[in-house]
């Protein structure tokens, strides 16, 4: 079956980087889309970017662009997050999710990970 | 960037009983492009619906979705006692600016 499973996540220091990391299996990891949603803590769902299958089409909130970089490693079915210049309102629970769409841009989620919290405080 | 609203914030019901989230866009969505997901605590999300009514694998028939342009429906026709959850919509007509709406709480009364 489909599984996503986030790790990475920890308390950072306002200025800090954090690397997200999200493994994938029981699907072609290659063909498909990916984001990463996030949520603040009791706060609604924030989607912050997109991966093509291949990489080459990457999309990203206003919130984080230029901060955070969203790649993955077909090879090793795994997407990763690498934040930087992290801020205390980018606290919050990041989840990897699957896209499911046929056009290089964020469609819906069928499949979600159950998330890694980030905690950004001095 | 289009804004999702969703009412009631919270609807207190009893299992059995019949549910109805709404979800409301501040501009049209084009082709019904909107989704349901359902959230539990120390759970992953869940996709119910997509396409405005089209239910997602696994998911009961007792859950439906309806509506176009500015207004979505989320309806239960029978409570069961797993469905009391947080349910959010999302638009992805205005993809790459897909949104998420601010949830709607379904618990018991």
């Known amino acids: 079956q489909v599984q996503l499973e986030e790790s990475g996540g920890g308390l950072v220091k306002p200025g800090g980087s954090l690397r997200l990391s999200c493994a994938a299996s029981g699907f072609t990891f290659s063909d498909y889309y990916m984001s990463w949603i996030r949520q603040a803590p009791g706060k609604g769902l924030e989607w912050i970017a997109f991966?093509?299958?291949?990489?080459?089409?990457?999309y990203y909130a206003d919130s984080v662009k230029g901060r955070f970089t969203i790649s993955r490693d077909n090879a090793k079915n795994s997407l990763h997050l690498q934040m930087n210049s992290l801020r205390a309102e980018d606290t919050a629970v990041y989840y990897c999710a699957r896209d499911p769409g046929m056009v290089a841009a964020p469609y819906y989620f069928d499949y979600w990970g159950q998330g890694t919290l980030v905690t950004v405080s001095s | 960037e289009i804004v999702l609203t969703q009412s009631p914030g919270t609807l207190s019901l009893s299992p059995g009983e019949r549910a109805t989230l709404s979800c409301r866009a501040s501009?049209?969505?084009?082709?019904?492009?909107l989704a349901w997901y359902q959230q539990k605590p120390g759970q992953a999300l869940r996709l119910l619906i997509y396409?405005?009514?089209r239910r997602a694998t696994g998911i009961p028939d007792r859950f439906s979705g309806s509506g176009s342009g500015t207004d979505f429906t989320l309806t239960i026709s029978r409570l069961e006692p797993e469905d009391f959850a947080v349910y959010y919509c999302q638009q992805y007509g205005s993809s790459p600016r897909v949104t998420f709406g601010p949830g709607a709480k379904v618990d018991f009364k």
């Open positions: 991966t093509s299958s291949t990489g080459s089409t990457i």
């Open positions: 396409g405005a009514s």
């Open positions: 501009q049209s969505v084009s082709s019904s492009y």
